[in-house]
């Protein structure tokens, strides 16, 4: 005995092999978007540690700033402090010579 069949239709082996096909097809497009996703992220994450890594060097190169300031600071102050003493050796010397010259 034939079946004949209509031109619509189609037998249980085709549907299967479809069904499997589409399934294929979208685990694919799943692990493509999935891939998509993870490659963003990366991406964002390089991003973000580029922009910490920036932000570190620029508060290294601001604390080393500071140091340097503060030492250059320091050394003023002692460079003036050690002008005020020879001033003040300066003076005591010449009333030293003034008051040795009276006597």
């Known amino acids: 005995m034939t ?3 209509e031109a619509g239709q189609n037998t249980e ?3 299967e092999e479809e069904k499997t096909k589409k399934k294929k097809n ?5 692990k493509k978007k999935m ?3 993870e490659k963003k992220m990366k991406k964002e994450k390089k991003k973000k540690m580029k922009k910490e890594k920036k932000k570190n060097m620029m508060k290294k190169k601001k ?3 500071m140091k ?3 030492k250059m600071m320091k050394k003023e102050k002692k460079m003036k402090k050690e ?3 020879m001033k003040k050796e300066k003076k ?3 009333k030293d010579e003034k008051r040795k010259r009276k006597k």
């Open 35 to 37: 891939m998509k996703k």
């Open 26 to 30: 979208m685990m694919k497009k799943k």
């Open 63 to 65: 604390k080393n700033m």
């Open 13 to 15: 082996e085709e549907e």
């Open 68 to 70: 340097k300031k503060k």
């Open 83 to 85: 002008k005020k003493k």
């Open 92 to 94: 005591k010397k010449k």
């Open 3 to 5: 079946v004949t069949m």
